[in-house]
């Protein structure tokens, strides 16, 4: 089966610059995760979808970050403006069902670089 | 309210020696545990996971841990490294009482040597 797919797999701003990123996950997976990865540190969780509802955005720096799921499948997250503290490895992820006991498939990875 | 901590950020071993990786967790609800593997440039992989049923488990390429909720440990182990097993592992806790929300510790880097 084909995996969760990412784009880009690189991207290179300037602060105050807009970006965006896309996910599709795997098929029938109905939760859809998106984890920002510091360079040292472990994925952090910044907003996770069942089909195309929130169901936690609590880590999600909302005055500049912002994430939809239309039609529950693909789901693009998006940083404006962009500041320097944003560059790491943004990272999605989908399961079949939320819930502790499901695991989680994860895309390469978008790396963002603010200058 | 949950986190992990892995004890070690750094472990290196010779290769075919044996791999122990630790990792403790707190948790408010009984966990679920994981343990993922990063190679450079490739995304996240499960090597396996504990979700109350045995409490030791096996995973792919060797590797398995053990639950110990008095210790509330869940350290990652190998008989016998190899050098492909050089990479970042993590391990997480995700708890039922917040729709399975994943905390992911910091990672640790394992170094094999020939």
């Known amino acids: 089966e084909a995996g969760v797919a990412q784009s880009p797999r690189y991207k290179i701003i300037e602060k105050r610059q807009s970006v965006a990123f896309w996910c599709n996950p795997i098929?029938?997976?109905?939760?859809l995760y998106w984890y920002q990865q510091i360079l040292g540190q472990g994925p952090k969780l910044l907003i996770q979808f069942q089909n195309n509802g929130v169901v936690d955005d609590s880590q999600l720096p909302k005055d500049r970050f912002s994430a939809e799921r239309l039609k529950g499948v693909d789901s693009t997250l998006k940083i404006q403006p962009a500041k320097l503290e944003d560059s790491a490895v943004y990272l999605c992820a989908s399961s079949i069902l939320a819930g502790a006991y499901n695991s989680q498939y994860f895309g390469p990875g978008t790396r963002l670089t603010v200058l | 309210a949950q986190s992990v901590t892995q004890l070690d950020s750094h472990v290196s071993v010779s290769e075919g020696t044996p791999v122990l990786l630790r990792c403790n967790y707190s948790s408010s609800y009984s966990p679920s545990l994981f343990w993922y593997v990063q190679h450079p440039n490739k995304g996240l992989q499960l090597l396996l996971k504990?979700?109350?049923?045995?409490?030791l488990v096996k995973g792919i390429n060797g590797f398995e841990a053990e639950f110990k909720k008095s210790e509330t440990s869940f350290h990652l182990t190998k008989p016998s490294a190899h050098m492909s097993d050089a990479a970042e592992y993590f391990c997480v806790v995700s708890g039922s009482g917040n729709a399975g929300k994943s905390t992911f510790g910091d990672g640790t880097t394992l170094t094999v040597k020939p």
């Open positions: 504990y979700t109350s049923a045995a409490t």
């Open positions: 098929s029938g997976h109905a939760t």
